[in-house]
């Protein structure tokens, strides 16, 4: 089955950029999505296809596609991005489409 | 603006089943696609289902096709997941989330979630 790879963790100071990156064989043919999710609280979407900001989401919050891997970079860090990130694709090679998940990453503000 | 909130979570027996609900406000609900996701105690995010506006197409993940149903009522703008022959590894928060539309297939909005807990 199709899957997405992400780094577990990835750690950065304030005022930094963090870089989160996902890989996936169908991502050049498919759109990424990222979530983000802080700790008892529901995913919120920071990116939708591959590199577009809803609308609320700080501009520091940016996507890239490249191949078979997806960037999510989030410009001078702040401590309240610490979260867990997670992106999302879909896998349409099998009889219907199905939504994938990676195994999501801990961004910590050091 | 936009309110998903589900119900029906609980703890129920191994085999046992639960309907979960999920009422959602402030868009024009048969409009979008709906999504369930799950998410078990310290791990990351699982899809579990998603059904068209009208209803007309339902997809499943793998691990609880034949056990789940997904369905809505756009009459009283609820979503609902039946769920059937559960397991101990079907124990999580499960979310329903708004999906986007356009040609995006993700979640924009989501609920708080409901525990479900398979459990003897």
């Known amino acids: 089955s199709y899957e997405l790879t992400q780094p577990p963790s990835v750690s950065v100071s304030p005022g930094q950029t963090a870089r989160i990156t996902c890989s996936g064989d169908?991502?050049?043919?498919?759109?990424a999505y990222w979530y983000q999710q802080k700790p008892g609280q529901a995913p919120v979407l920071v990116i939708y296809?591959?590199?577009e900001r809803p609308s609320g989401i700080p501009e520091r919050f940016s996507g890239s596609s490249s191949g078979t891997t997806v960037t999510l970079t989030i410009s001078g860090v702040q401590a309240e991005d610490e979260a867990d990130y997670y992106c999302?694709?879909?896998?349409?090679?099998?009889?219907?489409?199905?939504?994938?998940f990676g195994g999501g990453t801990k961004l910590t503000v050091l | 603006q936009v309110q998903l909130v589900e119900s029906g979570g609980g703890v129920v027996q191994p085999g046992g089943s639960l309907r979960l609900s999920c009422a959602a406000s402030?868009?024009?609900?048969?409009?979008?696609?709906m999504h369930w996701v799950r998410q078990a105690p310290g791990k990351g995010l699982e899809w579990v289902a998603f059904?068209?506006?009208?209803?007309?197409?339902?997809y499943y993940a793998d691990s609880v096709k034949g056990r789940f149903t997904i369905s809505r009522d756009n009459s009283k703008n609820t979503l609902y997941l039946q769920m059937n022959s559960l397991r101990a590894e079907d124990t999580a928060v499960y979310y329903c989330?708004?999906?986007?539309?356009?040609?995006?297939?993700?979640?924009?909005?989501w609920g708080q979630g409901t525990l479900v807990t398979v459990s003897s």
């Open positions: 989330a708004k999906n986007k539309g356009g040609n995006s297939f993700c979640g924009d909005y």
């Open positions: 402030g868009f024009t609900f048969s409009s979008y696609g």
């Open positions: 059904i068209r506006y009208d209803g007309s197409n339902k």
């Open positions: 169908a991502l050049p043919k498919q759109y």
């Open positions: 296809k591959d590199s």
């Open positions: 999302q694709s879909a896998d349409s090679s099998g009889t219907y489409p199905h939504v994938v």
